[in-house]
């Protein structure tokens, strides 16, 4: 999880912080990671070491190129004011909760006979252009239902709402991800039919999402051909975590130098087992494997189909 940007300091993490600690010291005291005004460390500027508390920060360059690396405790990252152990602490604290949330959600979902897919990507990857498409196409199989997640507005659960399906926005301000306590809430007010599909739209993010299981039976990563072939390289977390990869835009493939082979090959190295389909969201290419990748994995669980009114 990101523990780096901060975005697991909510109101209730600040509230519980301090009273459980001292305040911790001036982030902008002298040789102490600032922060931009987007809340991010602007490490590069400062590459050297010094002393907080019972911890050293650790800036390594290696050799010519320009890559850095934060950090050299157990959970390989710093943040000012706190120690590594109590970094680690936090976060066990924080997936614990967040898996007997989901653990709820899922046994929730599964006594309902619904299937749901926890959809991760980066933003702009087309996750929505694809909702949309696929719950048109399959509007007269299954009953489908949407969770979305943003930072802000409701502006995609609007365009799940316009093809007919019911649609629940959660807006996670300065949140990077979902997870299971907020899912738990939407589903609370989603009209869920049994024996449906539920697709859960994530904060578009390649990190943390990784780490927060919602519930869902699969998490699925979208990657467009446009964003490189190295992305499950660079984030192979979310790469790791998700059972199926879908590979979106293929209609841009002609126009853009996007190395296929490499990507499927990328993924694999760091997820042996990922089911990879290439489609296209815009032109309906590949969507019919898509489909029946959907039906394969929900028919054991769930019984999905119904035949239409
Ligand atoms: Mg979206």
């Given amino acids: 999880m990101c523990a780096i940007c901060g975005c697991e300091n909510t109101a209730d993490e600040k509230s519980r912080s301090a009273a459980a600690e001292p ?14 005004v987007d809340g991010h460390p602007e490490h590069n500027r400062h590459r050297h070491s010094h002393s907080h508390d019972d911890q050293e920060l650790h ?17 390989g990252i710093h943040l000012p004011g706190m120690s590594q152990e109590r970094i680690i602490r936090l976060e066990r604290d924080i997936l614990s909760k967040n898996d007997a949330f989901a653990r709820a959600n899922r046994s929730r979902l599964e006594a309902a006979g619904i299937f749901a897919l926890n959809l991760v990507s980066s933003p702009g990857s087309g996750k929505t252009s694809l909702l949309v498409r696929a719950i048109t196409d399959l509007q007269p199989r299954f009953a489908i239902a949407v969770i979305e997640g943003d930072q802000q507005t409701s502006n995609d659960a609007d365009r799940i709402r316009a093809t007919g399906a019911p649609a629940i926005q959660i807006n996670t301000g300065k949140g990077c991800h979902l997870d299971a306590h907020m899912v738990g809430h939407a589903l609370d ?21 990784a780490a927060f299981d919602l519930g869902e039976a699969h998490k699925v990563v979208v990657l467009s051909v446009t964003e490189g072939e ?4 660079k984030y192979p977390g979310m790469f790791a975590a998700a059972d199926l990869m879908l590979l979106n835009k293929a209609d841009l493939l002609p126009y853009i130098d996007f190395d296929m082979t ?3 090959e990328f993924a694999r190295r760091v997820n042996p087992r990922i089911e990879i389909l290439t489609i296209s969201a815009r032109t309906g290419d590949g969507l019919p494997a898509f489909y029946r990748w959907i039906e394969k994995h929900a028919g054991g669980a769930a019984p999905l189909a119904h035949a239409p009114a």
């Fill in 230 to 233: 190295d992305k499950p390289l």
């Fill in 262 to 264: 490499a990507c499927v």
């Fill in 59 to 75: 800036v390594h360059s290696h050799g010519g190129d320009e890559a850095i690396d934060f950090g050299a405790g157990l959970a």
């Fill in 23 to 36: 305040p911790p010291p001036d982030r902008n005291a002298a040789g102490s990671a600032h922060l931009s």
């Fill in 189 to 209: 007010q989603l009209p869920l039919a049994a024996r449906g599909v539920l697709f859960i739209e994530n904060v578009g993010n390649l990190v943390c999402p």
